[in-house]
Nanobody, 123 residues
Framework: QVQLAESGGGLVQAGASLRLSCAAS??????MAWFRQAPGKEREFVTA????????YYADSVKGRFTVSRANAKNTVYLQMNSLKPEDTAVYYC??????????????????WGQGTQVTVSS
């Protein structure tokens, strides 16, 4: 049974850092990603990482502040978030794909999703 378990969310002040983790079990995934959904908005792409190459992809809004990494042996992906802003407030979802993901910023490319973890950044 496939499971994606996110952890690490919380309430922080603007400028602080948080690290999210997503532990995958049941399968090995080619690409893992983070999406987020703010209140009243659609879910949006944050970042993705390809396991075989280590290639990473970021939304413009988080480049230079967020870093995605992956521990393949643990089938775990991490999201280090620095210099957090109030507009980063959202539920963050981990996503995982079994095959090649051609459009890494599109939800339809991912096969499994976590339940989400809340990140709240106060001003």
């Amino acid at each position: 049974q496939v499971q994606l378990a996110e952890s690490g969310g919380g309430l922080v002040q603007a400028g602080a850092s948080l690290r999210l983790s997503c532990a995958a079990s049941g399968r090995t995934f080619s690409t893992m990603a983070w999406f987020r959904q703010a209140p009243g908005k659609e879910r949006e792409f944050v970042t993705a990482i390809v396991g075989s190459t280590g290639n990473t992809y970021y939304a413009d809004s988080v480049k230079g502040r967020f870093t995605v990494s992956r521990a393949n042996a643990k089938n775990t992906v991490y999201l280090q978030m620095n210099s957090l802003k109030p507009e980063d407030t959202a539920v963050y979802y981990c996503a995982a794909a079994l095959g090649v993901v051609w459009s890494k910023d599109r939800e339809r490319g991912y096969d499994y999703w976590g339940q989400g973890t809340q990140v709240t950044v106060s001003s």
